[in-house]
């Protein structure tokens, strides 16, 4: 026996002698049910409201978290939209993406100023930006799945973290964003990382205070495409 | 880490005397209370979500064995590597292991309890590693040498002229005259600081908040965004996790999230919450190259089987001390140990052995908010109760107090003696503190009146009212 699995061994078998029991067939069955099963979670009210009603949350959580929240018709407007917004903040017109298909689909040849540098994030990026594969009303939560298409960095390392949201991916609560995610990566399989992003970073470490931008963004733009 | 748990009263005592402390503690604890309650009151459904915690918790517990394997067969096909460490030593060594394979000079380490726990930084460091907190809190605390005095606001004892003070002392190659005055400057100077260290390193340590045996993912949560960047940048990502952290699906861990954020900040949730499985994908242009979970017994699977196992289902909120009397008095060091407060007052005496940590289940009024507050409802002050049990059959219980204790329980055992005397005693007490209506000096207790004072007693006794009651006596 390895010295790994002689420290396995006596891990499980503390804590069989703890509870008092053993590896049983019945035991087993137990866990494989719940797991194969997840018991019907208890869904809050706010997490199950109509459609309309879901985008006045998301919008709501995310402005009281300092996020900048836009609109816009069509997907066709995005490009416009992010331009306006880097120029309105000062900061320069190019961002970081990754492969995301929707994202290279836009209609970027309007915006000629805009640059697009592709790959995960740098150091010195200034502007990241992503496509989020669901955002959750109940507490305005954006839910970011890591790949080639949206790499995780561009989700911290940029001072600025523009995300485009497609109405369709809003849910009302957690549950639903794990439907999504289950329907794209498969029952009991998960991305690298799934990230769960409500507003800019910010730490209280500091006597109490709230200040912006600890590690990660000191901005978060969420764009949210009607069509 | 070293206990001075044993210490605890000349602990206390200076700190209720540190002017500094208090200052800093007055300024940030309240406000995580009341924030807590305006939380709650915004989620109509919070009380049902604390019992459904309670359950999946329990559910968890009862099958730990089972779900522990099932996790560490879901991370491993994510092509995680899981280890299991029974003791503190185990795991340092482990972890010590994987940083020198993985050929590692710097370490970034997102915050973990747990790895204070084991006394991580200290054997990283004797191995000829660079560790860096990341987490601000977690760094002033560590550039002062000090260890956390809050589980999720470790540097609640620091006021902002300190932070500021050591990192112009620290801090070399900057501009002397640099202005510190607002908080949001000493944050970007410690984020420009430890940017160069997430960029450099070669090993990120992150604790969970959950593992999920579903999926074989860890989750944890931050608002810095300081766990993402440990845990994304490094070659090598480490996640150090007790074994109690097991939730079965990601449906559980939905229903702890929804408690979490709200019990410790007041907070709807975490700015972020991350959820990790195994290492960077094919094809995946960032995220760590490998992958490991430590996973730490370190004495928890020996509460399994007492009356302690309920302290188990703990999420690590902190909101039973933000809420409790004493911890808001004398802060986190006082405790001696690694977690302070009431779950520290119970969790410790259960990890390091009730006779080194026998004054902290003594360090509660029994006041009740703590389980109050708890999202897991675990009950505190019942818990306490039974150390203070086993201190006494131990004969751990100081001479005088057994005493006075002996001479209670001979007159509480005598309900006429007991009547008699209370019959007496209490007009004489009730005219002696008339005037103010509470003692401020007692003779043989001066101690416990240093520092409160003690209501005068009011009208009948209680027996005597209940008779008037039962024999219809109006009031």
Excluded at chain 2, 26 to 33: D, F, K, M
Excluded at chain 2, 175 to 186: A, F, M, N, Y
Excluded at chain 2, 328 to 342: D, S
Aim: one cysteine or more; glycine letters at 8%.
């Amino acid at each position: 026996m390895t010295e790994a699995e002689r420290r396995r061994e006596a891990v499980i078998a503390r804590i069989r002698l703890g509870l008092g029991t053993y590896d049983s067939a019945a035991r087993r069955s137990a866990v494989a049910r719940r797991i194969a099963t997840p018991e019907a979670p208890l869904v809050p009210e706010r997490a199950r409201r109509p459609a309309d009603e879901r985008r006045r949350q998301l919008r709501t959580f995310l402005e009281g978290q300092s996020a900048t929240f836009l609109e816009v018709e069509r997907a066709g407007d995005v490009p416009a939209a992010i331009a306006r917004f880097l120029r309105s903040s000062n900061l320069p017109l190019r961002v970081r993406v990754g492969d995301d298909s929707y994202l290279r689909s836009l209609a970027w040849q309007a915006e000629p100023a805009l640059e697009r540098l592709s790959g995960p994030a740098r150091g010195d990026d200034e502007v990241g930006l992503s496509h989020a594969t669901a955002a959750v009303a109940e507490t305005g939560t954006l839910v970011m799945a890591s790949g080639p298409d949206n790499p995780v960095t561009l989700n911290f390392l940029p001072e600025t973290h523009i995300v485009v949201v497609e109405e369709k991916v809003l849910v009302g609560g957690y549950e639903g964003a794990w439907e999504r995610i289950r329907a794209r990566f498969g029952r009991r399989a998960m991305p690298r990382t799934v990230n769960f992003v409500s507003g800019p970073s910010r730490t209280a470490d500091i006597g109490g205070q709230l200040v912006m931008g600890a590690h990660g963004p000191r901005r978060l733009c969420v764009i949210l495409v009607r069509d | 880490m070293r206990s001075t748990s044993p210490a605890f009263k000349a602990n206390a005592r200076a700190a209720l005397a540190d002017a500094q402390l208090q200052r800093a503690l007055s300024e940030v604890a309240p406000g995580l209370a009341a924030r807590r309650s305006a939380a709650r009151a915004g989620l109509p459904e919070f009380e049902a979500l604390r019992e459904r915690g309670r359950a999946i918790k329990d559910h968890t517990l009862a099958h730990l064995d089972l779900y522990l394997e099932e996790f560490e067969r879901k991370a491993t096909e994510a092509g995680s590597r899981v280890h299991f460490a029974p003791t503190a030593e185990d795991a340092r060594q482990i972890i010590a292991a994987i940083c020198r394979e993985a050929g590692a000079r710097i370490v970034t380490k997102g915050k973990s309890m747990i790895s204070e726990e084991v006394g991580l930084n200290a054997h990283l460091e004797g191995a000829g590693l660079e560790v860096v907190e990341t987490d601000l809190g977690e760094y002033l605390i560590q550039i002062r040498g000090e260890t956390p005095s809050h589980i999720i606001a470790p540097a609640i004892h620091l006021t902002q002229d300190q932070v500021e003070a050591d990192f112009r002392r620290l801090h070399k190659g900057l501009r002397k005259d640099r202005v510190l005055i607002e908080p949001t400057q000493l944050v970007a100077e410690a984020r420009q600081i430890l940017r160069d260290k997430f960029l450099s390193a070669d090993v990120g340590i992150t604790g969970a908040n959950f593992l999920i045996a579903e999926t074989g993912s860890s989750v944890i949560v931050t608002n810095e965004g300081n766990g993402d960047l440990t845990q994304s940048l490094p070659r090598v990502h480490i996640v150090l996790a007790s074994i109690e952290k097991m939730v079965p699906t990601l449906e559980d861990a939905d229903t702890l999230i929804r408690l979490l954020a709200r019990s410790a900040t007041g907070q709807e949730i975490s700015t972020y919450t991350t959820f990790s499985t195994g290492p960077r994908r094919a094809g995946d242009p960032d995220g760590p190259e490998a992958c490991h979970v430590v996973i730490l017994d370190n004495g928890r699977s020996e509460l399994l089987g007492t009356a302690f196992r309920e302290v188990l289902r703990c999420i690590r909120c902190g909101a039973c001390m933000n809420h409790c009397p004493v911890y808001t008095a004398i802060g986190g060091h006082a405790y001696g140990w690694v977690y302070p407060g009431p779950i520290g007052s119970v969790l410790t005496p259960a990890l390091i052995g009730v006779h080194s940590a026998a004054h902290l289940p003594n360090a509660s009024t029994f006041c009740g908010r703590c389980e109050e507050v708890c999202p897991m409802k675990i009950p505190l002050p019942g818990l306490m109760r039974h150390w203070r049990e086993e201190e006494f059959s131990a004969g751990d219980t100081p001479l005088l107090y057994r005493l006075g204790l002996k001479a209670w329980a001979s007159i509480a055992r005598r309900p006429r003696v007991y009547h008699a005397l209370v019959r007496t005693l209490m007009p004489v007490l009730g005219a002696l503190g008339r005037r103010t209506g509470a003692f401020r000096h007692l003779p043989l207790a001066r101690g416990w009146t240093k520092h409160r004072d003690l209501a005068a007693p009011q009208g009948r006794t209680f027996q005597a009212l209940w008779a008037d009651h039962k024999a219809g006596v109006p009031r």
